[in-house]
């Protein structure tokens, strides 16, 4: 039998967007829903989505292939979901089948950078109230 493969699997939240990593041993491949990260569009979202890579530098990813399928939400919550699962599933991987110093080292770069790299936002919409066209707004009161 093979060698078993080298892999975690790590999600990614914002919101309702749900980002699913699995960070495996290869050559440096990083899709997005099967396409390639460099195609993302639009341009400041692609810089966003791969916020981890340029922090980190690529040669911590060069060894490592991405692949990650991201549901839910909309364009800018997928994209934060994403660059958490990419973040969270390299921590994951270095601390799994590297060492725990460059995982620290890592971690540490991440955390002082952005928290929201490898810490879920644990905020949601609050849901709408009768009485109101909001959550908290309420119909303008008429005297006349």
Known sequence: MAAPVQQVQVFGRKKTATAVALCKSGKGVLKINGFPAELLQPET???????????????????VDIRVRVKGGGQ??????????????????????????????IKDILLAFDRTLLVADPRRAEPKKFGGPGARARYQKSYR
């Open 76 to 105: 800018v919550s997928q994209i934060y979901a994403v660059r958490q699962a990419i973040a969270k599933s390299l921590v994951a991987y270095y601390q799994k089948f590297v060492d725990e110093t460059s995982k620290k080292e």
């Open 45 to 63: 979202l692609r810089i966003k989505a791969l916020e981890p890579v340029n922090l980190l530098g690529n040669d911590r990813f060069k060894n």
